[in-house]
């Protein structure tokens, strides 16, 4: 085996070098060359830590696929307090099919309709966040990151022993139902079926108890992950009519959802909302009540974080790098000389 000598390899490699080179005796160190490299420095070190923020953010990708899974029931979540006693009123759930869905998941707990000062600020921030949900849709991205950190959106239990007489009625559970549209309703009395149908037994409620002044405190579809806000979240609607209809009608798209720290499969949905007085003298027909008619769309939404992957950022941080070098690198390390 050959062996080349040090020095012929340094010549050899010199040779191969095919970067210009500004002889030696040129350079001459100063104080402005120094101040131009420091700067040079300063520049690139800052330029890395910016671009290492950019490298640590993330941000959300959204795609939009056809629902293919139609056998899956769709999970059901209320919360829903009604100013009525809980004797008088019942909830349950139609599909287009007329298929009845046993509401037994469904509890229902005597309350007191007026909320605490602090359980009304509560419901107050709640209203606020969905207002600004509505105007500014970035703030969802950051919900949906932050998820799980935030504490869950559930009303705080009352802090005073409860004195009042409970004429308010919570209705809170989940139920499964099909993937199909379907209407639930709350109405006086309490649901029976029959072969026929069903129908909802009022004959004892006396018609001045009707009361559906409500408040929504949690309402959404699929699984249930705290932090997510859901549209009808802490809406309240106080009547001072007894035959009262309140309508909502919602679309629920299916999400799903892959953060960094989550993968769920959830339901956003849209709402529209309309109530009316029922008065059948003045043409006016249907139920009191409220009614929440859903429907879920055929459209599917992915969501999921995206992050710079490590190669683009070490390319970004070389190209910041080389490229800080290259214009200034003649002045800074070179000082003129023409
Ligand atoms: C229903 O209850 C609410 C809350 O307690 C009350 O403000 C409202 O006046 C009641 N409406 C009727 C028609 O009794």
């Known amino acids: 085996m050959r062996r080349l000598s040090r020095k012929k390899a340094l010549s050899l490699v010199k040779e191969l070098d095919a970067f210009p080179k500004v002889s030696e005796s040129y350079v001459e160190t100063s104080a402005s060359g120094g101040t131009v490299s420091l700067i040079a420095f300063s520049a690139m070190a800052l330029l890395a830590v ?3 923020f950019v490298y640590r953010d993330t941000w959300m990708k959204y795609e939009y696929a056809v629902d293919k899974d139609f056998s899956s029931k769709l999970r059901i979540n209320i919360d829903v307090t009604v100013a009525m006693k809980c004797q008088h009123v019942g909830a349950d759930i139609l599909d287009l099919a007329e298929t009845m869905i046993t509401s037994s998941g469904l509890q229902y707990e005597p309350v007191i309709f007026e909320l605490t000062p ?3 600020l509560w419901q107050r921030t709640l209203l606020l966040i969905q207002s600004r ?15 799980l950190k935030g504490a869950p959106t559930a009303l705080p239990p009352r802090e005073d022993a409860s004195v009042e007489p409970l004429t308010a009625c919570r209705i809170h559970g989940h139920v499964y139902v099909n993937k199909v549209a379907g209407n639930l309703h709350i109405t006086v009395g309490k649901p029976i079926h029959h072969p026929q149908g069903h129908a909802h037994i009022a004959a004892f409620v006396s018609h001045e108890t ?3 002044s409500h408040r929504i405190d949690h309402l959404s579809f699929g699984e249930e992950i705290p932090g997510i806000i859901n549209p009808l979240d802490g809406t309240e609607k106080i009547t001072y009519n007894n035959n009262q209809m309140f309508q909502y009608f919602i679309t ?10 989550i993968t769920a499969d959830t339901h956003q949905f849209s709402v529209t909302e309309r109530e009316r007085v029922i008065n059948h003298a003045a043409g006016s027909h249907g139920v009191s009540g409220i009614f929440v008619k ?3 769309s055929s459209l599917m939404v992915t969501v ?3 992050h710079m ?23 800074a390390f070179t000082c003129n000389h023409i």
């Not at 949900?133 to 998820?147: C, D, M």
């Not at 992957?309 to 002045?331: A, E, H």
Request: overall charge positive; some cysteine; aromatic content about 14%.
């Open 133 to 147: 949900l509505r105007e500014e849709h970035a703030l969802q991205e950051v919900l949906y990151k932050t998820l």
């Open 252 to 261: 629920v798209v299916p999400t799903k959802l892959n953060t960094y720290k």
């Open 304 to 306: 999921s974080e995206q």
């Open 210 to 212: 009707y009361n559906f």
């Open 309 to 331: 992957p490590l190669w683009q950022f070490l390319v970004r941080l070389c190209g910041i790098i080389g490229g800080i070098f290259s214009t200034t690198g003649k002045s």
């Open 118 to 120: 602090q359980q009304r």
């Open 294 to 296: 859903y429907d879920t």
């Open 50 to 52: 910016l671009e290492f």
